[in-house]
């Protein structure tokens, strides 16, 4: 089993830079894929960024503005957002798989925490 708590949701103006963040429990966390995705009102859950061991995946409405890493000694991944737009607003969901291979895909992710709201205003 393993537990995903985020953190670092907030209120921003647009510009401005939030950073997320992800801790999970369990001993193999280096062999997770990570995803993070985030769901607005009224509208699906939809995918920002994945990472595996080193390679990383984008959506197209925030590739240049987001960077997904991860902390594999911290058993953390992170999202720092920059350039924040109201659209951004949304809850962030950290999402994890037993495989590294990363996807934008929600229904691959087995384990989800319990999300973090952004809040973007202009």
């Known amino acids: 089993q393993v537990q995903l708590v985020e953190s670092g949701g907030g209120l921003v103006q647009a510009g401005g830079s939030l950073r997320l963040s992800c801790a999970a429990s369990g001993r193999t966390f280096s062999w997770y894929a990570m995803g993070w995705f985030r769901q607005a009102p009224g509208k699906e859950r939809e995918f920002v960024a994945a990472?595996?061991?080193?390679?990383?995946d984008y959506a197209d409405s925030v590739k240049g503005r987001f960077t997904i890493s991860r902390d594999n000694a911290k058993n953390t991944v992170y999202l720092q957002m920059n350039s924040l737009k109201p659209e951004d607003t949304a809850v962030y969901y950290c999402a994890a798989r037993t495989t590294p291979i990363p996807t934008m895909i929600s229904g691959d992710y087995a384990y989800w925490g319990q999300g973090t709201q952004v809040t973007v205003s202009s």
């Open positions: 990472m595996g061991w080193s390679n990383t």
